[in-house]
């Protein structure tokens, strides 16, 4: 399979405990982004990145979440001191350069206690 | 306000008719998507337009720039067609997409 890949995809935790999620996007594609989105509700962009620069990040990113890309393949997003609020669908996708479609992974949940 | 709102929110129809999702949206964009979320969370990206038409098997993505307003079709509709339906918009400026809420569309047999 040659899609967008995210592990795990169900991650439950307690509050106060820290989570890590990776994503791996097509293999070719430059540019990465993550998106929230909670029930109900349309996905929320959070960060991009083009290669290994981080070139934007929501104000919803709070000083609790970090975004990596160290490669410029593979990124992670890890949520520190887990919230209830923190529950949700993270999305990531991916996009090549010469076109700004795209390619989105099956989402990890996580469901914090 | 949000930035890009669709409707109807929730559509319920029979198999057959004929389906039309709107999207507005009130700033300035480079494209237009239009995306198909199935339960359990996974997107498809369905069209990507930024002017015009586009045609895909039974479905049909419009976009007026100067009316900032695109539409979604479902022709013969399916149960299978069943799915939120989400209008989403690339910014002039930058790489985000700025969603619509979605529309759940439910084709009763």
């Known amino acids: 399979d040659t899609g967008v890949s995210q592990d795990p995809r169900h991650k439950i935790t307690k509050r106060g405990q820290n989570v890590t999620f990776r994503c791996d996007p097509i293999s070719e594609h430059n540019r990465l982004y993550w998106y929230r989105q909670t029930l109900g509700q349309g996905p929320e962009f959070l960060t991009y990145f083009q290669n290994e620069a981080q070139l934007e990040k929501s104000r919803l990113l709070s000083d609790r979440f970090s975004a990596e890309r160290p490669k410029g393949s593979f990124s992670t997003l890890e949520i520190q001191r887990t919230e209830q609020g923190d529950s949700a669908m993270y999305l990531c996708?991916?996009?090549?350069?010469?076109?700004?479609?795209?390619?989105f992974g099956p989402g990890t949940r996580l469901t914090v206690l | 306000k949000n930035e890009v709102e669709q409707s109807p929110q929730n559509l319920t129809a029979q198999e057959g008719e004929f389906i039309t999702i709107n999207c507005s949206y009130s700033?300035?964009?480079?494209?237009l998507h239009w995306l198909q979320q199935h339960p359990g969370g996974g997107i498809v990206s369905l069209f990507m337009l930024s002017s015009g038409k586009k045609k895909h098997g039974r479905l049909i993505a419009t976009i007026n720039i100067q009316e900032k307003h695109s539409s979604l079709h479902i022709t013969a509709s399916h149960p299978r067609d069943s799915a939120v339906y989400i209008c989403a918009v690339r910014l002039s400026r930058n790489y985000q997409l700025i969603w619509g809420a979605g529309t759940k569309l439910i084709i009763k047999p």
């Open positions: 700033v300035g964009i480079s494209a």
């Open positions: 996708a991916s996009s090549p350069s010469t076109s700004p479609e795209q390619f």
